[in-house]
């Protein structure tokens, strides 16, 4: 597939299997490997606020818009993680990119598991904001909340600030493909188990999940097994963060976020 793209005032449209894709650059582009952003759902890049320019003060940033979402164009087939994965797989590869260090907030951390299962060799690093493993890590109201989305929530949300933000964005079709998303049962313990990149969780302490899931997906990934010893030499090359003093809601309203993440992504 040949590299298709219709440059923007912001950034560029891509045709990427059979749609068109939104993605904006940032930073320096001759840095390697690129941090790609995966935002979270209903939104677009701009959902990680301050975070895009921390990061592109030293790394090259390639923050793009889920299909469906914000300006990249929506299938007519259901929203599925495995397919917005492969979608996001083939721009890396239009784009020249061989690895990059993803981060996936909330839907986008979903998706950024997925391009790690489905596509494992363009992966380095992989970080999962606020995300879960399997679909009942959510709390019982937010998985009522999902068992009504539809037309009518995205009625309501585009009376918004997302409706002023992106006004051509058809909002009752996006909540109900997401809402139909969100419905679908899964649990990908297993292929967390077998992830082989080195892998950084980030948590609020006032989460939209389970603590008890936050744990799990920890020791999955081969965390809190065991005393780390004193200099450290036994604790897993996996991490875990919790940021205090924040919800699922506005764990990306400061930079907190690109502070925690940057120095494991320089590490060895």
Same mark, same amino acid.
């Given at each position: 597939?040949?590299?298709?793209?219709?440059?923007?005032?912001?950034?560029?449209?891509?045709?990427?299997?059979?749609?068109?894709?939104?993605? %904006?650059?940032?930073?320096?582009?001759?840095?390697?490997?690129?941090?790609?952003?995966?935002?979270?759902?209903?939104?677009?890049?701009?959902?990680?606020?301050?975070?895009?320019?921390?990061?592109?003060?030293?790394?090259?940033?390639?923050?793009?818009?889920?299909?469906?979402?914000?300006?990249?164009?929506?299938?007519?087939?259901?929203?599925?993680?495995?397919?917005?994965?492969?979608?996001?797989?083939?721009?890396?590869?239009?784009?020249?990119?061989?690895?990059?260090? =993803?981060?996936?907030?909330?839907?986008?951390?979903?998706?950024?598991?997925?391009?790690?299962?489905?596509?494992?060799?363009?992966?380095?690093?992989?970080?999962?904001?606020?995300?879960?493993?399997?679909?009942?890590?959510?709390?019982?109201?937010?998985?009522?909340?999902?068992?009504?989305?539809?037309?009518?929530?995205?009625?309501?949300?585009?009376?918004?600030?997302?409706?002023?933000?992106?006004?051509?964005?058809?909002?009752?079709?996006?909540?109900?493909?997401?809402?139909?998303?969100?419905?679908? %049962?899964?649990?990908?313990?297993?292929?967390?188990?077998?992830?082989?990149?080195?892998? =950084?969780?980030?948590?609020?302490?006032?989460?939209?999940?389970?603590?008890?899931?936050?744990? %799990?997906?920890?020791?999955?990934?081969?965390?809190?097994?065991?005393?780390?010893?004193?200099?450290?030499?036994?604790?897993?090359?996996?991490?875990?963060?919790?940021?205090?003093?924040? +919800?699922?809601?506005?764990?990306?309203? +400061?930079?907190?976020?690109?502070?925690?993440? %940057?120095?494991?992504?320089?590490?060895?």
């Amino acid at each position: 597939m040949t590299l298709q793209e219709t440059r923007s005032a912001r950034g560029r449209h891509v045709e990427v299997n059979g749609t068109s894709l939104y993605y %904006e650059s940032h930073g320096p582009e001759n840095s390697d490997p690129p941090v790609v952003l995966l935002h979270g759902g209903a939104g677009g890049i701009e959902m990680f606020g301050p975070n895009i320019a921390a990061f592109a003060r030293t790394r090259h940033v390639i923050a793009v818009d889920l299909p469906g979402h914000a300006r990249s164009e929506a299938r007519d087939r259901p929203m599925r993680y495995e397919s917005m994965a492969d979608d996001i797989a083939e721009l890396l590869r239009q784009l020249g990119v061989r690895q990059a260090d =993803l981060v996936g907030y909330s839907l986008g951390g979903g998706v950024s598991q997925q391009v790690t299962f489905r596509h494992p060799e363009l992966v380095r690093r992989l970080v999962v904001v606020s995300s879960p493993f399997r679909r009942d890590a959510f709390y019982p109201e937010i998985l009522a909340a999902f068992d009504q989305m539809g037309a009518a929530t995205g009625s309501m949300v585009k009376q918004g600030p997302l409706g002023q933000l992106y006004p051509d964005l058809d909002f009752e079709r996006l909540f109900t493909q997401i809402g139909d998303l969100q419905r679908q %049962e899964y649990d990908w313990s297993r292929e967390v188990a077998r992830i082989r990149v080195p892998v =950084l969780l980030v948590f609020a302490d006032a989460d939209t999940y389970h603590p008890e899931h936050i744990i %799990e997906f920890y020791k999955l990934l081969g965390g809190g097994q065991q005393d780390a010893g004193w200099q450290g030499t036994l604790r897993s090359r996996n991490q875990l963060a919790i940021i205090p003093d924040r +919800t699922h809601y506005n764990l990306l309203a +400061t930079t907190r976020l690109a502070e925690i993440v %940057e120095p494991f992504l320089a590490a060895d």
